[in-house]
């Protein structure tokens, strides 16, 4: 028995179903590539911003030359800047912030500037640990009554 003649064919030639499996395999390569690489891209725009954040903050330096309490209850730390900038944020004693402390003046301190922090401390005390957060991490001292 032989095929009628009227019937159509209900399939596709393997060469559109090569093209169409080719079309679809690169479309999903390019999604992946895509991805991969704002993956990375991602990861490297984080990296660089982690990287300058930490250079700013080991280029920012304060040091504390000298720390003591007068005989009026005033707390003063002298502090010197480096070779960057330095935000003085505020200053603890005791674990307490000091409000008002660093005064508006003293709270940006340009390269290599020498400045005298002086804060009224609430209760008079013989030995006081000060720390002083700035823009490069924070510093502690002890202070002591003179």
């Known amino acids: 028995m032989s095929v009628p003649r009227s ?9 559109v179903s090569a093209v169409i ?3 679809i395999v690169l479309g999903a390569l390019v999604l992946i590539y895509a991805h991969f690489n704002a993956v990375i891209s991602l990861s490297e725009s984080l990296f660089s911003k982690s990287l300058t954040e930490y250079s700013v903050r080991m280029h920012s330096l304060m040091v504390v030359t000298a720390s003591y309490i007068g005989g009026d209850g005033v ?18 004693v005791d674990d307490v912030l000091l409000e008002g402390c660093p005064g508006e003046g003293f709270r940006s301190l340009r390269p290599y500037d020498v400045i005298e922090i002086a804060c009224k401390l609430p209760q008079p005390r013989e030995v006081v640990r000060v720390k002083i957060s700035y823009s490069g991490g924070l510093v502690e001292v002890l202070a002591s009554k003179i």
């Open 21 to 23: 499996l080719v079309i």
């Open 7 to 15: 019937r159509s064919r209900l399939g596709i030639s393997e060469y």
């Open 75 to 92: 707390l003063h730390v002298i502090v010197a800047a480096g070779e960057y900038p330095v935000e003085v944020y505020s200053v603890y």
